[in-house]
Structures are given as structure tokens and as C-alpha cells.
């Protein structure tokens, strides 16, 4: 069975770290550009960040760029997401998403179940 | 990195059809035959029903089919149903080798 299990989300200060983490089974890891798409309650979904499947090309939106950094590690079939600097718009459910660019591809699929990411003082 | 505009909201009765629109530019739905289409229910992870514009995944139901005419993609749900009732979100590639989703749709069967 394809699975993406996020952790890591939680309650944190504005100005705090957080790190969030990716595990991948059921499917070749290491065949898959790996994404982060977060969800805001009131202004839908967000594409966040990317990483191809050999870490060559690493991309972010604007709005995180220079406080978010985007890793993997395909021994271990995870992906990673180190928060730094969280704002309170940074507040969302996370969401780790596969894209097959290797196979052409440029959907997502498959999807995690989120971990929520809540930025209060 | 401006998000795709889609309706905030379209309805239908059993059986009827619906269409989303989903306008970008040039630079993203315009750009590349890259679009997708996500079905999220309460409480849960988006699902993808429509990729490269119009094809459908195995196991998609035929009734939802997807279009594109220059900066301006479409989803059709035909032939309405309960379970249909739903957030529709679009996605495309972008010139920046990015991704942008649309606003989303709440579509609801009356």
C-alpha cells in the first residue's frame, strides 16, 4: 500500500522552529520529486515547496524562501521540511505530496494525511 | 506565483451538470497542457481526478472530464451526484518549474 505519514507539526511561538518529517512506503522512493502543499482553514491549498528526486533542484514560493529548507534522505525513504522564523500565516495543515516527474509526470499523487502547523504566542 | 482563480462556489441538482473554471495565464495554465484537478472531502487529503488537462485516473468515474481553452481550464462533473459534494481544487505547472493551485470550488448537489 502507497503511504505518506507526516510528523513533526505542532504549537509553536512566532519566531520558533519547527521540523517536519516524511515517511514514504509502498512505492520507489527515490522515483518520486518529493512536495510540501500546506492548507490554510480560510484560503485553500498552497504549493510550498519541492525537491527533485535526486535533490538537484530544490524550489520554494516566495513567501518562505530564505525560513524554509527542504530535504531528503531516499536510504531512508523520508522527506523533510526545517521551518525556521514561523510566522502565524505559516499556520496550516501540511501536507507531503509525491510528483512522478521521472515517469513524466506532473500531478500530485500520492498524498499524505497532513500534520497540522499552528503559529501562536 | 499568483493563485489560479476558480468560483468560490457552483451548484447543481441530482443528474445535472456542472462546469469549474480555472484561469491562470500564460505562464501556467496557458503555458503547458500540465493542468490537474483535486476532489477534497471533509476531513480529508485531496484526491486527483483529472491530469495533463483530461485524463482521468483509473478508477475515476467517467462523468468528471477535463478542457482547456488558452489561459482557462475546466472540470465537468456530469450527471450529478450526493458524493460529489466536495472542494474541487486546480493545479498547474508553471514557467518557474513551479506549481499553483487554484482557489478552490465548493460545489454543492441541492
Known amino acids: 500500500e502507497v503511504q505518506l505519514v507526516e510528523s513533526g507539526g505542532g504549537l509553536v511561538q512566532p519566531g520558533r522552529s519547527l521540523r517536519l518529517s516524511c515517511a514514504a512506503s509502498g512505492f520507489r522512493f527515490d522515483d518520486y520529486d518529493m512536495h510540501w502543499v500546506r492548507q490554510d482553514s480560510g484560503r485553500g491549498l498552497e504549493w510550498v515547496s519541492g525537491?527533485?528526486?535526486?535533490?538537484?533542484?530544490?524550489l520554494y514560493v516566495d513567501s518562505v524562501k530564505g525560513r524554509f529548507t527542504i530535504s531528503r534522505d531516499n536510504a531512508k525513504n523520508s522527506l523533510y521540511l526545517q521551518m525556521n522564523s514561523l510566522r502565524p500565516e505559516d499556520t496550516a495543515l501540511y501536507y507531503c505530496?509525491?510528483?512522478?516527474?521521472?515517469?513524466?509526470?506532473?500531478?500530485?499523487?500520492?498524498w499524505g494525511q497532513g500534520t497540522l502547523v499552528t503559529v501562536s504566542s | 506565483q499568483s493563485a489560479l482563480t476558480q468560483p468560490a462556489s457552483v451548484s447543481g441538482s441530482p443528474g445535472q451538470s456542472i462546469t469549474i473554471s480555472c484561469t491562470g495565464t500564460s505562464s501556467d495554465v496557458g503555458g503547458y497542457n500540465f493542468v490537474s484537478w483535486y476532489q477534497q472531502h471533509p476531513g480529508k487529503a485531496p484526491k486527483l481526478m483529472i491530469y495533463d488537462v483530461s485524463k482521468r485516473p483509473s478508477g475515476v468515474s467517467d462523468r468528471f472530464s477535463g478542457s482547456k481553452s488558452g489561459n482557462t481550464a475546466s472540470l465537468t462533473i456530469s450527471g450529478l451526484q450526493a458524493e460529489d459534494e466536495a472542494d474541487y481544487y486546480c493545479s498547474s505547472h508553471t514557467t518557474s518549474a513551479t506549481y499553483v493551485f487554484g482557489t478552490g470550488t465548493r460545489v454543492t448537489v441541492l
Open positions: 505530496v509525491g510528483v512522478g516527474r521521472i515517469f513524466g509526470r506532473n500531478w500530485f499523487d500520492p
Open positions: 525537491i527533485s528526486w535526486n535533490s538537484g533542484s530544490i
